[in-house]
Structures are given as structure tokens and as C-alpha cells.
């Protein structure tokens, strides 16, 4: 199979996993542990920012198939929902920009990593 793995997409993946966590729990947590206008309160910033979470969790997704299966078609995809997760929501942006960035940095690795395995093929 294959020897070389993209350090890169792993620690995307990972991060997009840590945060992608961090955003189910403290959004659940929040509509769990408040009563009467807070809970309602906190339903709809959960409302509001799911988009943002289940694009996040997909991007996460995507990632691990291409860290695994050096797929570059993973990384890219992976990229491209991490930035439409901040686009969507603004005001998180600035904790999906470092996955953005190193997806889009995995997507050059993969491409060099496969071309090094299968010599003269087209990815």
C-alpha cells in the first residue's frame, strides 16, 4: 500500500476533529445547562451556527479519507467545506482558517506523495 503519509492533512484532520468536538459539546452543553429564556436563547445560537458544525464535522471526514487513503480529491474537498464552514459563519472563521490553510497545503503534499508511488500515472 502506501508508505508516505501527508503529515499536513493528519494535523488538519485532527484539528478539525478537536474543533468539531469542541463546538457539539459546548453547543449542547449550553442548551442542557440553562432553563426558561436562556435555554431559548441558546437553541437558536445553536440553530444558527449547526450549518457551521456539520460542514466542519464533514470537512473532518474528508480529511481522514484522504490522510489514510492518500486521496488528494479528500484534502481538496476537505479545504473547500472548511472554507464554506467560515464563510458561512464569519464570526468563526478565524478557528477554521489554519484547517483551511493546511488542507489546502495537504492537497500540494498528497499530489507529490502520489507521484513519487506511481511514477508516470495520473492521479
Do not use: C
Not at 469542541?22 to 442548551?31: I, R
Not at 474537498?77 to 464569519?90: D, E, P, R, S
Amino acid at each position: 500500500m502506501f508508505r508516505y503519509r501527508s503529515k499536513v492533512v493528519f494535523f488538519s484532520a485532527l484539528l478539525g476533529t478537536i474543533y468539531t468536538l469542541y463546538l457539539v459539546f459546548y453547543f449542547s452543553g449550553a442548551v442542557s445547562g440553562s432553563q426558561g429564556a436562556e435555554q431559548i436563547g441558546a437553541a437558536i445560537a445553536t440553530a444558527l451556527v449547526t450549518p457551521h458544525m456539520v460542514l466542519v464535522g464533514l470537512a473532518a471526514i474528508f480529511n481522514w479519507v484522504g490522510f489514510f487513503n492518500n486521496k488528494v480529491w479528500g484534502a481538496l474537498t476537505a479545504g473547500i467545506l472548511y472554507a464554506v464552514a467560515g464563510l458561512i459563519f464569519l464570526a468563526y472563521f478565524i478557528f477554521v482558517l489554519p484547517m483551511i490553510i493546511l488542507s489546502f497545503i495537504g492537497v500540494s503534499i498528497l499530489s507529490r506523495i502520489n507521484d513519487r508511488e506511481t511514477p508516470g500515472q495520473t492521479v
